[in-house]
């Protein structure tokens, strides 16, 4: 941020966390045990006495240094810890503070309603700040006309709804879940409510026609603008560029300014990449350079909305302060969502990510970007090409301009995606870019107010969950096998304890081979009476003890400091092993089978539909394995095999001869139990189908017969 705005009052304060010292004995103690069991591993293997027991042992000892590894770079997270406080009444006049862009992407009308889009952008442009200095530039990479109609009938309903929210200092400023609220009443509100649902059915009868009629356009601008879509193609047109609200001419029905908002669908065509998110990103960033050139850009996902009007000033109060404005190259607000059911079955606040290790990445040089929810600076963004200078707002005179710098060939032979705006070469791009800016220098801070000040939908179809996961796993390998490598390149250009964050995301998809080991060999191992690991008679084996129960009490611990449950920390560990077996094995493979040339399944966008029957579902928390999906058939698989490991195990007693065995196998048998229900219990839409059933039950028995024919032969080699 520039000097010209950075403001010496104090505006906000730090402090470190109180548990660092008790993280950091607990990783000595922890480190000297995992030491302590690759030594035990090793010797195990030059005392086997068969072949078979070598190669058991080796998978064991793989297992565990890739666990040592990723748990070695978590560790970064707990070092130094922090957290702030802003200080808002030290912020100096609104006429000082800077100009803020907003961006919002949208790509498919039917997987991201666009009823959803604006809402999200309805509660941005009723931002507590200076209207003449808010702009909203909307990203439609769909190239959607029922998008822009959308937008056309939010920018009359705009008028209306921002003074409301104004002059009676509403804080919910999404209409939709305004109007949701209980309480929400009185003439004014009523006359509200009922013009936002008349524009609700318009857009919905639309968007369920697929094309606009002339019924609902009401001049003749509105019937030259939809023209250009009859010979429109998604992924070949050109540019499209709106302004539906103009700040230096567009008025409130109160007389007040209006931000603007503007429309963009950036040109597409065969012959030239679109690198996805980051491309439609770096348009607005050009054509926002254009018009308004505002010095802080916030990007937010379309499912996200502002549930607190005064987040920016937050923002500000770290752009704003000169001992961190001149090396600040984001502000990021945590994900929170809404919606989720009592127990969190799907684990949908991913915590760690969104809240728990930021904290500790903001004691180092700041969090990762995480795509929403961030306020950025555009100098850090731009480089070497950015002018400091906040333009006044003439659209006329800019537009020409816009049309050319949203044009295909305006990335041709630029830095563009490399050195300058969001980075290209990863499909989790904000991933990227947060890294890249790290690496050069730039520090960000975590900003985590105690009531959320943005909230979203997160994904509640589990086969939506695995496969956003799975394609969040193929990006950070991207980068991990890249030259840009967080252990090599990180280490280097940042310092070691940034470099190890970064590492613990870029190979996330490693967890699937411990993961996988641990959920097959001790139930294989079980079933067939051959002991892999320490009775309770062998000192050896409190070491086990030790390790799992340190690892997963520390884990419970932060959960519940970070005020949550157990009932949904319990789901969000289930989750993670449901990820390791799923979205990082198939992600890992559809990774090598990338780099081998051989085609694989493209970039899907989550849906943001829900359906009826999943909502009713999911509320009352039971999993939906309604879908035919690879996902369930490994699930199902592993399920089964757990289940026969522990009854045999009972049959047999050997529940307190193989102790570490049964442990495992029955805790696989607790984490299944969502699976059984699903295949044996359960009869709504939601159980698993009746093939993928039998194709787990085909795949566990493969497992076990291999198994019993290889442990009868192997041992004796």
Known sequence: MDTKFTHHAKLNTIHLD????????HMLLYTIAIFALLYHHITSIFTSP?????????????????????WACSQAFRWRPVHRQEILTNLPDKSAWPAIDVFVCT??????????????????????????????????????????FAFIEGAKFARHWLPFCRENGVKIRSPEKYFALDGCGGIEVEKLKIMYETMKE???????????????LSSEKEHEIFKKWKDFRRNDHPSIIHVLLESTKDRDITGHVMPSLIYLSREKSPNFPHHFKAGALNVLLRVSTVFTNAPIVLTIDCDMYSTDPTSPHRALCYFLDPNTSKSLAFVQFPQHFE?????????????????????????????????????????????????????????????????????CESETGTNWGEKIGFRYGSLVEDYHTGYRLCCEGW??????????????????????????????????????????????????????????????????????????????????????????????????????????????????????????TVRRWWSDQRMWLIRGLTSFSFGSVQFVLKHLNISTQGFNITSKVMEDEQAKLYDQGFFDF?????????????????????????????????????????????????????????????????????????????????????FCLMFNI
């Not at 109180?18 to 004995?25: Q, S």
């Not at 078979?52 to 590894?69: E, K, M, R, Y």
């Not at 731009?382 to 301009?401: A, I, K, P, R």
Request: net charge negative.
């Open 107 to 148: 790509a498919d009308p039917q997987k991201e309603p666009p009823m959803g889009v604006l809402n999200t952008a309805l509660s941005l442009l009723a931002f507590d700040y200076s209207t003449e200095k808010l702009s909203v530039y909307i990203s439609d990479d769909g190239g959607a006309d029922v998008t822009l």
């Open 626 to 710: 309604g879908v035919e999906s690879p996902f369930f058939i490994v699930l199902g698989a592993i399920g089964l095999l757990s289940l026969s490991a522990f009854i045999i195990g009972l049959i047999r007693n050997l529940i307190f001869e193989m102790v570490i065995e049964a442990f495992l196998t029955a805790f696989g048998v607790a984490n299944c139990w969502p699976v059984y229900e699903a295949m044996f219990l359960r009869r709504d839409v939601g159980r698993m189908p009746e093939r993928i059933t039998a194709k787990a039950f085909f795949t566990a028995s493969i497992y076990i017969s291999i198994s019993c024919v290889l």
């Open 339 to 407: 919606g989720l059911n009592r127990s969190d079955i799907y684990g949908g606040q991913i915590k760690r990510l969104f809240t728990t290790n930021p904290h500790g990445m903001d004691g180092l040089h700041g969090p990762n970007y995480v795509g929403t929810n961030t306020f950025h600076s555009r100098r850090a963004l731009m480089g070497s090409s950015f002018e400091d200078q906040t333009l006044s707002v003439n659209f006329e005179v800019g537009l020409q301009n816009a049309f050319q710098v949203a044009r």
């Open 50 to 70: 068969t072949l078979f027991n070598v190669c058991l042992f080796c998978s064991l000892l793989l297992s565990d240094i890739i666990l040592a590894f990723l």
């Open 202 to 216: 318009r857009v919905d009868n639309v968007l369920q026609k697929g094309y606009i009629s002339a019924e609902f």
């Open 443 to 564: 520090n960000s801070i975590f900003c985590d107010p105690s009531e959320p000040a943005f909230l979203g939908d997160a994904p509640k179809s589990l086969n939506d969950v695995l496969s956003q996961c799975k394609r969040w796993t193929i990006g950070l390998y991207e980068v991990a096998f890249s030259k840009y490598c967080p252990i090599t390149f990180g280490v280097k250009n940042s310092s070691l304890g940034m470099g190890l964050s970064y590492s613990h995301y870029a190979f996330w998809g490693l967890w699937s081979v411990p993961i996988t080991i641990y959920a097959v060999l001790p139930q294989l191992a079980l079933i067939n009476y051959k002991p892999l690991f320490p009775t309770p008679s062998d000192p050896w084996f409190y070491l086990y003890a030790y390790l799992f129960l340190a690892a997963y009490i520390q884990d419970l611990a932060d959960f519940i400091s970070y005020k949550d």
């Open 18 to 25: 109180r548990w660092i010292p008790i993280y950091r004995i």
